[in-house]
């Protein structure tokens, strides 16, 4: 089975600024997906961000980016230009490749000063 | 934009009684799954089902769950007889192909009493 591991269970950011948050995970698979979902307060999970293991570029999306180190198995999320409306628990996922299921980390709870 | 919706928002059930959540999935999405998060806890796989059928399910997913795809739209989630620790978020999701996001519905908080 893949483990997910987000190391921060919780960060905090004054708007505008940038945060990183980290994610590592364990596989002996080559091919996967992985991903980044946000869960406000509504409790609603959105997908952030998608990266594809077999691509070497970083994924991006607006103010979102990834770190895809595919060697160390590490995939951390920046979040550019902080918004109050980015305040939420972010969760890490993985996707073995020709599968269905995610597996999910524990989760980071942003939160966004004003 | 597609959303994925379920319904109820939040359900309240006496230990034993069954239930069932409902979802419509995203119309021309093809797999369909179900998640679960225990409050504070990370989210879980439950089921995924395609082409009329379960094509996997987790440990966690055991005789007292079935899924059900009635008509060409809901997608259902039953519980038979359930018990204090199924209280949890659940969500509905649905994707037009593996290995593709997933879209998930705003959950059914099922509070077991």
């Known amino acids: 089975a893949q483990t997910v591991t987000q190391s921060q269970p919780e960060m905090s950011v004054q708007e505008a600024e940038t945060v990183t948050l980290s994610c590592t995970y364990d596989t002996s698979e080559s091919n996967y997906y992985l991903f980044w979902y946000k869960q406000p307060p509504s409790r609603q999970m959105i997908l952030v961000i998608r990266?594809?293991?077999?691509?070497?570029q970083n994924a991006t999306e607006n103010r979102f980016s990834v770190n895809f180190q595919k060697a160390a198995k590490s995939f951390s999320l920046k979040i550019s230009d902080s918004q109050l409306g980015d305040t939420a628990m972010y969760f890490c996922?993985?996707?073995?490749?020709?599968?269905?299921?995610?597996?999910f980390g524990a989760g980071t709870t942003v939160t966004v000063r004003a | 934009e597609p959303e994925v919706t379920q319904t109820p928002s939040h359900q309240v059930t006496q230990m034993g009684q069954e239930v069932i959540l409902r979802c419509v999935p995203i119309?021309?999405?093809?797999?369909f799954y179900w998640y679960r998060q225990i409050l504070g806890q990370k989210v879980e796989f439950l089921v995924s089902?395609?082409?009329?059928?379960?094509?996997?399910k987790s440990e966690i997913f055991d005789d007292q769950f079935s899924v059900e795809r009635p008509d060409g739209s809901n997608f259902t989630l039953k519980i038979r007889s359930t018990k204090l620790e199924d209280s949890a978020m659940y969500f509905c999701a649905s994707n037009e192909g593996r290995n593709y996001g997933y879209t998930f519905g705003s959950g059914t908080r099922l509070t077991v009493v």
């Open positions: 996922a993985f996707m073995k490749f020709n599968d269905y299921k995610l597996s």
């Open positions: 089902f395609y082409n009329n059928e379960i094509s996997e």
């Open positions: 119309s021309n999405h093809l797999y």
């Open positions: 990266q594809e293991a077999y691509k070497q």
